[in-house]
T-cell receptor
Framework: EPEVTQTPSHQVTQMGQEVILRCVPI?????FYWYRQILGQKVEFLVS????????KSEIFDDQFSVERPDGSNFTLKIRSTKLEDSAMYFC??????????????FGSGTRLTVV | LAKTTQPISMDSYEGQEVNITCSHN???????ITWYQQFPSQGPRFIIQ?????VTNEVASLFIPADRKSSTLSLPRVSLSDTAVYYC???????????????WGLGTSLAVNP
């Protein structure tokens, strides 16, 4: 079964540092997403991406956040200057136009970001 | 996007059937109902999706009454490995070309005991 791959699985960074979280979506998928989940809380939408541009972003996705699909396979989330409250699991997801055989989004295993 | 309401937690035993009900009173005509499973420190995993009546796959069944204001995820003969959080989401159909986000609730934390 095709997978969404995320790296690294765990990243520790100092407050104020820049981090880049990487994702390789399923190859024939067209829509890409970043979600995050603070420990014990809901999964929260950050941003959706289609046709090489942001389709929608949440209030969380402020000027410190950016996304890129630099080479047609990777999909990255950059946080320019991390804050303690950015500590969370970050999930990448993708889906194709017709929702795939199982109709759903496919999520990666996540990157646990710890800001110290 | 329609809001969903689920029980916060449920307990069960190995071998039992588990039914988790979700309320979505404001579901729109074109909305589909989708259930995801999430293990600790892992990404959500698609379980099943439906529009009306009954859908069954190799892991679960989904029952949707005629008014579609609720749905029930049925897990037959659960095992310890089914201990997870189960989320009910309501949103656009699978072939929606628009790029809709998923709105998540807190889900139902299912504990399967030996």
């Amino acid at each position: 079964e095709p997978e969404v791959t995320q790296t690294p699985s765990h990243q520790v960074t100092q407050m104020g540092q820049e981090v880049i979280l990487r994702c390789v979506p399923i190859s024939n998928h067209l829509y890409f997403y970043w979600y995050r989940q603070i420990l014990g809380q809901k999964v929260e939408f950050l941003v959706s991406f289609y046709n090489n541009e942001i389709s929608e972003k949440s209030e969380i996705f402020d000027d410190q956040f950016s996304v890129e699909r630099p080479d047609g396979s990777n999909f990255t989330l950059k946080i320019r200057s991390t804050k303690l409250e950015d500590s969370a699991m970050y999930f990448c997801a993708s889906r194709d136009h017709f929702g795939t055989a199982n109709y759903g989004y496919t999520f990666g295993s996540g990157t646990r970001l710890t800001v110290v | 996007l329609a809001k969903t309401t689920q029980p916060i937690s449920m307990d069960s035993y190995e071998g039992q059937e588990v039914n988790i009900t979700c309320s979505h009173n404001n579901i729109a005509t074109n909305d589909y109902i989708t259930w995801y499973q999430q293990f600790p420190s892992q990404g959500p995993r698609f379980i099943i999706q439906g529009y009306k009546t009954k859908v069954t796959n190799e892991v679960a069944s989904l029952f949707i009454p005629a008014d579609r204001k609720s749905s029930t995820l049925s897990l037959p003969r659960v095992s310890l490995s089914d201990t997870a959080v189960y989320y009910c989401l309501v949103g656009p159909p699978p072939n929606a070309g628009n790029n809709r986000k998923l709105i998540w609730g807190l889900g139902t934390s299912l504990a399967v005991n030996p």
